[in-house]
Nanobody, 117 residues
Framework: DVQLVESGGGSAGAGGSLRLSCAGLDSTSRRVCMAWFRQAPGKEREGIARIATGSGNTYYADSVKGRFTISQDNAKNTVYLQMNSLKPEDTATYYC???????????WGQGTQVTVS
């Protein structure tokens, strides 16, 4: 089975930056799109960014637009989420996902915690 593995979570102060990485797909298992979701305690899981792996087209939720950037490195089979200007409300468990159709969530990672204080 394909497994996605996130890394790069941790703690940051408000206004700081973190970069999350997601690995686990190779050229034979790569999906049409990859996405980042997050879930804060007591809240529903929210899709915040996705990228079409072929075209590179991206989508961002309003909550992160202008602050977060999703990108891919096909040579490393890795997708990144650069998070700048972090806010305490960005505190959540962040999940990487991949899929063939929207919402790009047929395969999931285990999640990585991001805490902003």
């Amino acid at each position: 089975d394909v497994q996605l593995v996130e890394s790069g979570g941790g703690s940051a102060g408000a206004g700081g930056s973190l970069r999350l990485s997601c690995a686990g797909l190779d050229s034979t298992s790569r999906r049409v799109c990859m996405a980042w979701f997050r879930q804060a305690p007591g809240k529903e899981r929210e899709g915040i960014a996705r990228i079409a792996t072929g075209s590179g087209n991206t989508y961002y939720a309003d909550s992160v637009k202008g602050r977060f950037t999703i990108s891919q490195d096909n040579a490393k089979n890795t997708v990144y989420l650069q998070m700048n200007s972090l806010k305490p409300e960005d505190t959540a468990t962040y999940y990487c996902a991949a899929g063939e159709t929207l919402p790009c969530s047929s395969v999931w990672g285990q999640g990585t915690q991001v805490t902003v204080s």
